[in-house]
Nanobody, 125 residues
Framework: QVQLVESGGGLVQAGGSLRLSCAAS????????MGWFRQAPGKEREFVAT????????YYAGSVKGRFTISRDNAKNTLYLQMNSLKSEDTAVYYC??????????????????WGQGTQVTVSS
């Protein structure tokens, strides 16, 4: 069983920055492929970014590439999402997710077996 707890969301003006954190339980965090997804009101959940277990390989959605950075500290069992140059369209609930049996990341929500409860990010224009 893996528990994921996100934090760091909030209200920020357009052009500002936020850093989200996702604290994970479990002894083998470094073997989990991890991802960030988001869901805006009235929209389906969408992929944001993903990382391999080591953090050595990452992949981003086109809408956030160059503005967001996914990283992880395996010693602290924590995943991060640094979000810069935020836009109003980034407003959503952000979720972290874990692939407990695969070290590779994925852009498909169906590939993840554990999810956090989400943290709200609101960008005012």
């Amino acid at each position: 069983q893996v528990q994921l707890v996100e934090s760091g969301g909030g209200l920020v003006q357009a052009g500002g920055s936020l850093r989200l954190s996702c604290a994970a339980s479990g002894r083998t965090f470094s073997s989990y492929g991890m991802g960030w997804f988001r869901q805006a009101p009235g929209k389906e959940r969408e992929f944001v970014a993903t990382s391999t277990g080591s953090g050595g390989s990452t992949y981003y959605a086109g809408s956030v590439k160059g503005r967001f950075t996914i990283s992880r500290d395996n010693a602290k069992n924590t995943l991060y999402l640094q979000m810069n140059s935020l836009k109003s369209e980034d407003t959503a609930v952000y979720y972290c997710a874990a692939r407990s049996r695969y070290i590779l990341g994925s852009s498909y929500a169906v590939d993840y077996d554990y999810w956090g409860q989400g943290t709200q990010v609101t960008v005012s224009s």
